[in-house]
């Protein structure tokens, strides 16, 4: 019987809403008869996208509006609460969770005292236990929690559109401020010019290769001349002290060993399960998000049904049920055997700002191993799973023990300088929880140099006998640009936005094509530098990375009930008026700008200025419009004042007419033209020949060699570098499953004439195809199993693809940020 029919015949009597179907679906297994279980899809209402909605004359009152496309809904909610005694609000247990239910309860509960009486019951996890116990002991709606949500859609809503229209007067329509977006730009922008602005100096290590009694060889590094650490800054100083040791005797002056622990690393909370995503999966944040909702909400296994699989993930906790707790370490005994098991469970420390009411990140039951789940989940799915189940397996296992040993050797030079070499190295002793898991890198460290080396052994004052000495230069790296795992860790220690927002962050920066990915880092566009500069020229402090976190903890304050939202509202704004009256007056107008030069136009000699168009930086002559010639800035704008125009002044000819050649940009990149066109076409690549490939950090799973950056005529690719003999080409995947078969996924494509469309990659056997991008999300119109993105003149749509559907609404991220 389903459900419409148990609310006729009277069976129900019991409203559940949750957001998803999928969630609904679960829960509803675990439930009786009793009950009804519908879901919201999402947020009911929110504050419409025509005009602020944010009356700051009344206290910063916001209006809220019943979302378009959901008014149905509401309705067919409002009539099956007509015939319950209660109505159970079941959304997501955070601050978004807890305004759908706020909204949700507006709607729905009588204007009188009586029947139905709306409840909330939250759950990290869902399982039959977890949702008996919340129903056991149904809640309120959490006010604070309410205001604290609130208090960041107002706040998001005044930066986005009160900064945005700035933009669009000032260099383009179309861009977006956000309060923490803009942050997140700002670090990878000041981390760029960093990078451009650094000075590599050189420095050399000095090995020496000895043989003691027995073997392997024992490679050593120069440590100490004298007392001090020396500074070796060039070829003539190592070769000075290699000189020195020219004949020297090597003995041992020291060998040390100690007992080295290597502790288990805290089950995954929110940021740390993107970060060891992105290392280990390669996974962006926006896609483990997605994946880990899917596990969390439920995925059907065979005759056990709809099962959730992992607790709630946007959580910044590490503790873990008692429950869980006995079941792991049982598991722990039972599969490894008692000597990996610690005597008292492992505890963690959670920061001081987390919500602990949540739990760390962890299988709803450790006894599903990831094997256990093999033929029900899809690949991605299950590589997510088994990370976050070895994570908490390992979480509550012995450290692993290594045994360090390090060798000092003396030697004295013909100065009569005494030297001293260092080795060190680490044996492994007892893997403890190594033999299930080990946590992912940004870059090596010296327990992996240690256990590199394999030390002989030797004693105390015994002569060593020399084989080589090995000076070898260096230079002194910039720091790395930002991948998305470091992004996240930076974003998280300077406690801006939350980890649950970073993956709206992350996409939105690149949407607006205020940054772009090299290999996988993070690099800022010309737009990008362009917009961080302007925003900070005026908004310095609002955008600084100190004020941000302190934002954040204004919210955590209002959720605890320590403070007043709109006490925090006057406060931020009292400031933010002040930098738009500043903003409005003086702002840099990058559309009207022209900045001179000293090149002069070669077609009527008129002199050339920096001008802004729809493409970025360009050189044109003021002798426009009569003359229309330009040429490309070899350089971002932001940068132009460091640039030597004689040197973009330099001259190449065309080999057909003889006339100069220019530089220009077209849809492939930049390119060199002759001024002669239209009577002379002639065009040539710069450097006459195709960009290099880039190598990235990624296998080719075909072959198993280094995938490569390709550059070809539709822009760049991700291709096996054994081309022609290994034919891979990686597709672009863009985080959805194919709503068609729903095993494939969909992957970006191009058309031969490089019209992008999105597909299944599982095609022939699934012929899915569409022009829009498609995203999971059903239309509650018709029933269609996904929408597609769309841009209108009023912003991007979530659009119907049913063309006898018209249903639409707004996506996230117009004129104002909802960036979090």
């Not at 740390?272 to 995503?277: K, P």
């Not at 420390?349 to 094997?371: F, G, N």
């Not at 081309?723 to 191009?750: A, F, H, L, M």
């Amino acid at each position: 019987m389903d459900q419409e029919c148990k609310v006729k015949h009277g069976m129900a009597k019991s409203l559940v809403i949750v957001e998803s179907p999928a969630k609904a679906k679960t829960i509803g297994k675990y439930l009786g008869k009793q009950y009804i279980v519908k879901a919201s899809l999402g947020h009911i209402k929110d504050l419409p996208k025509k005009d602020l909605a944010v009356d700051v004359e009344r206290d910063f009152t916001p209006r809220y509006e019943v979302i378009e496309g959901k008014k149905k809904l509401i309705s067919e909610l409002k009539q099956a609460a007509k015939d319950v005694d209660s109505i159970y609000l079941a959304a997501d247990p955070d601050r978004e969770g807890e305004a759908i239910c706020w909204h949700l309860k507006e709607e729905l509960e009588p204007r009188k005292p009586g029947k139905p009486v709306v409840y909330r019951v939250m759950f990290n996890e869902i399982t039959a236990n977890a949702v008996k116990k919340a129903f056991d002991k149904p809640l309120a709606v959490n006010v604070n929690l309410v205001e604290a949500q609130q208090a960041r859609r107002v706040l998001d809503r005044l930066v986005g559109y009160k900064i945005s229209p700035l933009l669009w007067d000032k260099v383009r329509r179309g861009l977006s401020a956000g309060r923490v977006q803009t942050v997140a730009l700002r670090l990878i922008v000041e981390r760029e010019r960093d990078i451009r602005a650094f000075q590599r100096q050189e420095y050399w290590t000095i090995d020496v290769a000895l043989n003691a009694k027995k073997p392997p060889l024992l490679t050593a590094r120069l440590n100490k001349k004298g007392n001090e650490t020396p500074e070796v800054g060039n070829e003539q100083a190592a070769q000075s002290i290699v000189q020195d040791l020219d004949g020297a005797t090597y003995s041992v002056k020291s060998v040390q060993t100690r007992e080295k622990r290597r502790n288990p690393v805290a089950p995954f909370i929110t940021s740390t399960l993107q970060q060891e995503s992105s290392r280990k999966l390669r996974f962006s944040v926006k896609r483990t998000m997605m994946l880990a909702q899917g596990l969390y909400e439920g995925k059907e296994l065979g005759k056990e049904g709809s099962v959730g699989l992992i607790t709630y993930m946007p959580t910044d906790s590490t503790r873990v049920s008692e429950d869980a707790l006995a079941e792991v370490r049982g598991f722990v005994t039972d599969r490894f055997g008692k000597q990996y098991l610690p005597d008292a469970p492992n505890v963690y420390r959670t920061k001081k700002d987390a919500q602990d009411a949540h739990e760390a990140i962890r299988p709803t039951s450790v006894l599903r191993t990831p094997e256990s789940l093999e033929k029900h989940l899809a690949e991605d799915e299950l590589k997510l799973y088994r990370l976050i189940w070895i994570r908490f397996v390992a979480s509550q296992m012995n450290p692993a023990v290594f045994d360090q040993t390090t060798i000092d050797i003396s030697a004295k030079g013909k100065s009569g300088a005494d030297y001293l070499f260092r080795a060190t190295g680490s044996v492994p002793k007892f893997d403890g929880f190594l033999k299930v898991y080990e946590e992912g890198k940004d870059q090596k460290d010296e327990d992996d140099e240690e256990l590199k080396h394999k030390l002989p052994a030797v004693s105390e004052g015994e002569t060593l006998r020399f084989k080589e000495i090995k000076p070898e230069q260096h230079f002194t790296e910039p720091p790395p640009r930002y991948n998305e795992a470091t992004l996240v860790k930076k974003l998280e220690a300077d406690g801006v936005g939350r980890p649950s927002t970073y993956a709206s962050i992350l996409s939105t920066i690149q949407d607006r094509e205020y940054v772009k990915k090299d290999g996988g880092k993070f690099v800022p566009t010309e737009l990008g530098m362009v917009v961080a500069d302007l925003l900070l020229e005026s908004f310095n402090d609002l955008f600084d990375v100190k004020y941000t976190a302190r934002m954040e903890e204004e919210l955590d304050e209002i959720e605890d009930g320590k403070l007043e939202w709109r006490a925090a509202m006057a406060e931020f704004y009292d400031r933010f008026t002040k930098d738009l009256d500043h903003a409005a007056r003086n702002m840099t107008d990058i559309k009207r700008m022209e900045k001179p030069t000293d090149l002069v136009c070669e077609k009527c000699g008129k002199p050339m200025v920096i001008k802004w168009g729809k493409n970025g930086s360009f050189i044109a002559c003021t002798g426009y419009p009569e003359c229309r010639n330009t040429r490309e800035l070899t350089v971002d704008l932001p940068d132009v004042d460091k640039v030597d125009f004689s040197e973009q002044d330099e001259q190449e000819y065309c080999e057909n007419c003889g006339r100069p050649m220019v530089l220009k940009k077209g849809r492939f990149g930049q390119f060199f033209a002759c001024s002669g066109y239209p009577d002379c076409k002639t065009t040539k690549q710069i450097g006459g020949e195709q960009r290099k490939d880039v190598p990235l950090d990624e296998i080719c799973p075909s072959c198993g060699n280094n995938l490569v950056q390709k550059f070809g005529r539709y822009g760049e690719f991700v291709a096996c570098s054994n081309y022609p003999t290994c034919k891979y080409v990686k597709q672009k995947t863009i985080g959805v499953p194919c709503p068609n078969c729903s095993e494939g996924e969909i992957v970006e494509r191009r058309s031969k004439r490089g019209r992008t469309f999105y597909g299944c990659n599982r095609y022939p056997d699934c012929d899915f195809v569409a022009w829009g991008k498609p995203i999971p999300e059903k239309c509650p119109e018709c029933g269609s199993s996904y929408l597609i993105e769309k841009y209108l003149k009023s912003g991007p749509v979530a659009q119907c693809p049913n063309n006898e559907c018209k249903y639409k609404h707004p996506l996230e991220g117009g004129a104002e940020s909802n960036v979090a």
